[in-house]
T-cell receptor, first 111, second 110 residues
Framework: QKEVEQDPGPLSVPEGAIVSLNCTYS??????FMWYRQYSRKGPELLMY????GNKEDGRFTAQVDKSSKYISLFIRDSQPSDSATYLC???????????FGTGTKLQVIP | DTAVSQTPKYLVTQMGNDKSIKCEQN?????MYWYKQDSKKFLKIMFS???????INETVPNRFSPKSPDKAHLNLHINSLELGDSAVYFC?????????FGSGTQLSVL
């Protein structure tokens, strides 16, 4: 079993839809939770970052962490075609130098 | 001005050859990494250097040798390339847990 599980998709939604992306994990030592967005033929870029449990909102994006269930989510409101990319969840423990990634979910937003 | 830059962007080579990928960051970060991304987009850490010192060495074949001449540079040399080495290799630097990636080197071994 992988430390971090993520549905690879692909996920196809119409423009304006609310998108929900999720990851589960098994390592209870994880404390830092991130979402990276990767466009085709580009490197991943940090989208959202949360520490421990709770919610964090940034514009159309909301990250949620539920440490009791070992479950994290990224919500995208009013999705746009420019949101079409692969979304990778990532997490690390206190030392935070070793970041473990999920396999990524490919999202396509159709105009 | 590119924050993390790696060269070359594409590398096509024959099995058995030796090749190098170079990486430079101008963010002033102390820690740099090499990650490997396979065809299914799975991103796996290979090496991590902190201020020129190796701190993470995942189970990577000895044919892969990283070198950090200073904290702004981290190069990756690969000996005796194999078909299974074909992947996209990403260099990254970090500030705490936040990673900043280069644009990747797509390595194709024929």
């Amino acid at each position: 079993q992988k430390e971090v599980e993520q549905d690879p998709g692909p996920l196809s939604v119409p423009e304006g839809a609310i998108v929900s992306l999720n990851c589960t994990y098994s390592n209870s030592a994880f404390q830092y939770f991130m979402w990276y967005r990767q466009y085709s033929r580009k490197g991943p870029e940090l989208l959202m970052y949360t520490y421990s449990s709770g919610n964090k909102e940034d514009g159309r994006f909301t990250a949620q962490v539920d440490k009791s269930s070992k479950y994290i989510s990224l919500f995208i409101r009013d999705s746009q075609p420019s949101d079409s990319a692969t979304y990778l969840c990532a997490m690390s423990g206190r030392g935070y130098q070793k970041v473990t990634f999920g396999t990524g979910t490919k999202l396509q937003v159709i105009p | 001005d590119t924050a993390v830059s790696q060269t070359p962007k594409y590398l096509v080579t024959q099995m058995g050859n030796d090749k190098s990928i170079k990486c430079e960051q101008n963010l002033g970060h102390d820690t740099m990494y090499w990650y490997k991304q396979d065809s299914k987009k799975f991103l796996k850490i290979m090496f991590s250097y902190n201020n020129k010192e190796l701190i993470i060495n995942e189970t990577v074949p000895n044919r892969f040798s990283p070198k950090s001449p200073d904290k702004a540079h981290l190069n990756l040399h690969i000996n005796s390339l194999e078909l299974g080495d074909s992947a996209v290799y990403f260099c990254a630097s970090s500030f705490r847990e936040k990673l900043f990636f280069g644009s990747g080197t797509q390595l194709s071994v024929l």
